[in-house]
Each structure stands twice: as C-alpha cells, then as structure tokens.
C-alpha cells in the first residue's frame, strides 16, 4: 500500500467509478431528497459520515468475527444489522453531544439505513480485498463521490423547475433525463482509470 | 380481499418501479441483458413473496418500535437463502448480478411492501401482494433490459434462449452502445415511466369523460 495507490482508490471512487453515476448505488436518496440545494448538502455530508464510519466496522466485524469463527455465510444479514445500530448509535451520540448537526442532519440520518450505498461499499470493500486503510478511504470518497454528485443534481434540478417539459415528462422522468445526462459527463472522467 | 384488484395494482395503476418509483438503483443497475433481469427479477419476486408471508404472520407479537429492524432481519436472512442458493446452482447469473444480489435487503421495494402493506393485513392477502407486486417489478425489469439489449447491441435474449446465445437481430457494430452504458439506464428508465404517466393520465381523463 502507497500514497499512489490510495489516491487511485479516492480518484476512482470519487470521478471515475462514481458511486451515483456509474455503480448506481445510492440511487433511492439521491432522487428523493435532491429537490432543494440545502438538503442535498444535509444529506450528501451525513452519507459520508455513515460510509466511512461502516467500512471501518464492517471491515473489523468481518475480518476479526466472520473469518475467524467461519461465518462468512452471515455476512449480509450481519453487515445490516451492523449499519442500522451504527446509524441509531450516530444518531443518539449527536442529539446527546452535537445538537445543531444533529437537527441540521435531522431526518436523514435515519434514511441512511436503507441506503444501497452504505452497505454497497461495505460489501465492495470485502470483494476488492482491500485493507483496513484502503477501506476507509474507498469509504469516505465515495461519500465524498456522492456529495459531490448530489450537491451537482441537487442546483440542476433548481433550475429545471422553471423550465418547460412535455406534460407527461414533468416531475421525476425529467431529473432522470438530467441524471443521465450527468452520468454522461461523468464518462468522460473514464480516461483517467489508466493513470496511476 | 381482492386478488383481481391486487392484480391491477401491483402490474399497473401501482407498480413498484413506474408508480411508486421504489427500488430504482437494481432497477438501472442490472437491466443490460435479458437474462440478467429476469434472474433479478424472480429473486425479488421470490424474496418479497417470502418476507410478506413472515412479515404479517408475525406483525401481531412485534413491538412498534422495533418493526424495522425486525423487518430487516428476516429480509436480510431470505436475502442471503436465495444468496447462497444462486451461488450454488446458477454461478453465472450470480457473478452477473454482483453485488445488487445481497443488496436486495435494501431494496425499498421490500422494505416499502412490509411497512406499507403486511403490517396491516391478514397472511395470504400480503402472500398475493408480494406476488403481483415482484411480478409488476419483473415485468418492469424484463421490459427495460429487452430494450436496452436490443437498442444497444442488437441481441434479444442473450443467456436464456438459444442455447445462452440468444439471437442477433442486427450486428452489433450498429446497436447504440450508450444504452448499454450506465446513462442508457437513467434514460431508458426515465421514458418508461413518462410513457407510464401519459397512459395513467389518459385513462383517468377518460374515465371522468365518460362520468360527465
């Protein structure tokens, strides 16, 4: 492990293997709070949090509980039940300690539970091998890939409520036709791969 | 009960993907080829059926405040039955799906189903939801990956018909590779449910015509 190869790591996970616009995870939050610039950022920051913080634990969980007692069949049921306790634990630790980010984040924390993204990068983590480090880092860019992805689609869609659309396009096809057509922008960070 | 009504529901006037715009990421993520949708397709149907069975069987003895995660247990270990099985007896289709196979239990489409529907009714009214609601999803699916595997690379049916190599329509170097590509999935998802919100509309102008 180098420097070169975990910048590689954030490089991939934040342009060039989005987790939004290429691996289409985290899709479900990404459309559904996206309306307003403001909770795009909320939640874009709070998913980071949570991505980061699972991939550390899951990747301990499975290295020091599943490998050793031979438990790997387990893993999906236990990598969520590791999230969910994460978020509920996050989620009393900041109402107890930090109770402005605590109503900043307010409702999304929760949602995050059921985000493909956080257990997408739990289970990515274990399939590319990574080690504790990598897996850290793959966690929080790709957080950070999110942020970014979200915060983008969040100011696009404030526009397009001005703009006029066929009638039956109106709503949620449009931002999918502008989400695509981010992912489209996002291909051409692809070139990048060969570097590093 | 309604099984009929149910039907309706769950294929059309409230399809998980087009109406309810639940479980969109597997939705986009793994339509690129026939046979990767339908395999998709029927381990949601199949996990969604089982879950409401369990969920509603056991939603009486439940406390409120732990529903969720009671909820994402038995999905989650459903989840992992069909996991293993796949591993097992269908390796290719596994490797295909990746990791959108264990990603089910996050599906919002299962999670949506047991909050929305099981924790409210009897055993074999959420055993026929689960069906006709993993059936409109199926469908949903099947239809997107024959468009884009036409559309983009010409083939229909690649893994399930004609001994796995399903049949070239038109050669490959003409098919519109962008479908075949992630943005293919946000758009080709994007005109189904326009077309699906034109046909809803309509029909309701038609129906209010025929009342006045």
Do not use: H
Request: with cysteine; hydrophobic share 55%; charged share 10%.
């Amino acid at each position: 492990m180098s420097v070169t190869s975990l910048l590689s790591i954030s490089l991939g996970a934040i342009l060039v293997n989005n987790f939004i616009f290429s691996q289409f995870l985290g899709c479900c939050p990404f459309l559904g709070v996206s309306k307003k610039l403001d909770t795009a950022v909320g939640m874009g920051v709070a998913v980071t949090f949570v991505m980061g913080l699972a991939s550390a634990i899951t990747w301990l969980v499975n290295q020091y509980i599943l490998i050793r007692f031979n438990l790997l069949y387990m893993q999906t049921v236990v990598f969520i039940l590791v999230i969910a306790a994460l978020v509920q634990f996050i989620e009393m630790f900041l109402q107890k300690s930090m109770p402005t980010l605590y109503t900043a984040l307010g409702i999304y924390l929760p949602l995050i539970t059921t985000n493909c993204a956080v257990l997408g990068v739990a289970l990515l983590n274990i399939q590319s091998n990574y080690n504790f480090i990598e897996s850290v880092v793959y966690g929080i860019t790709g957080g950070l890939g999110f942020l970014l992805a979200i915060v983008l689609f969040a100011s696009v869609r404030e526009r397009n409520v001005f703009a006029e659309c066929p009638k039956c396009f109106e709503g949620f096809p449009i931002a999918l036709i502008t989400a695509g057509l981010m992912a489209l922008s996002f291909m051409g960070f692809s070139g990048l791969s060969a570097w590093g | 009960m309604n099984i009929g009504r149910q039907f309706k529901e769950g294929l059309v006037t409230n399809n998980p993907v087009l109406v309810q715009l639940l479980g969109m990421c597997s939705t986009m993520a793994i339509t690129t080829s026939f046979f990767n949708g339908l395999g998709m397709g029927l381990s949601v149907l199949i996990i969604l059926t089982l879950s409401n069975i369990i969920i509603s069987a056991i939603r009486k003895i439940v406390p409120d405040k732990i529903r969720i995660a009671m909820f994402i247990v038995v999905i989650a270990c459903f989840v992992t039955c069909v996991d293993l099985s796949l591993q097992a007896f269908v390796p290719d289709l596994s490797k295909a799906l990746g990791v959108f196979l264990p990603l089910i239990v996050v599906n919002c489409i299962i999670l949506g189903r047991a909050e929305a529907f099981c924790y409210k009714n009897g055993v074999l009214a959420s055993a026929f939801d689960g069906i006709f609601q993993g059936l409109g999803y199926t469908v949903v699916l099947l239809v997107m990956s024959v468009i884009r595997e036409f559309l983009g690379s010409g083939a229909f049916g690649g893994g399930v018909f004609n001994g796995g190599k399903g049949f070239q329509i038109f050669p490959e170097q003409f098919g519109a590779k962008i479908l075949t590509m992630p943005v293919g999935g946000f758009l080709c998802l994007a005109c189904l449910i326009a077309a699906m919100q034109w046909a809803l509309t309509k029909t309701k102008n038609k129906k209010e015509e025929s009342k006045s």
